[in-house]
């Protein structure tokens, strides 16, 4: 059965001077500022849609990743993923370039590496963003 996960925005004015609200239609965690100088010069107090998505692909590669280790006989311990989405102003979003360190016993460096390989192009997320470069970096821990 699908499931739809839902996210709504509320924006006032053009798009340089406006800004607006996003919300998670099924969390608690309330409203979150968002404006165009936060996406294009960066913030530290707004998010953005490329933060939005960096939140999504990380969990993303995470569950995948975890999956491929345990599937390989080789859970790991622990899994923790980054993901920098890249946007530009004019061109749109770049890349996005995940960052992953784990924590798995029993797996060879090689085999870990491939696994990783295996879950960025198979998480979905991953998939959604076909048309950007994704990279890749992995450490055992």
Known sequence: MPITSEANT???????????????STSNLG?????????????ETMTTPEELIAAAHA???????????????TPPERVNTSASVTFKPG????????????????????RFQELAEEAKAGCPVSQALAG??????ASLA
């Open 132 to 137: 950007v470069e994704i990279t890749l970096e």
């Open 10 to 24: 509320t924006w006032t004015g053009s798009l340089t001077e406006g800004s607006g609200t996003v919300a998670f």
């Open 91 to 110: 061109t749109g979003i770049t890349g996005s370039h995940l960052n992953v360190n784990a924590s798995v016993p029993g797996i060879t460096p090689e």
């Open 31 to 43: 409203t979150f500022p968002i404006d165009w100088k936060a996406r294009s010069e960066g913030s």
């Open 59 to 73: 969990s993303c590669f995470s569950m995948a990743f975890s999956h491929a280790l345990a599937g390989n006989g």
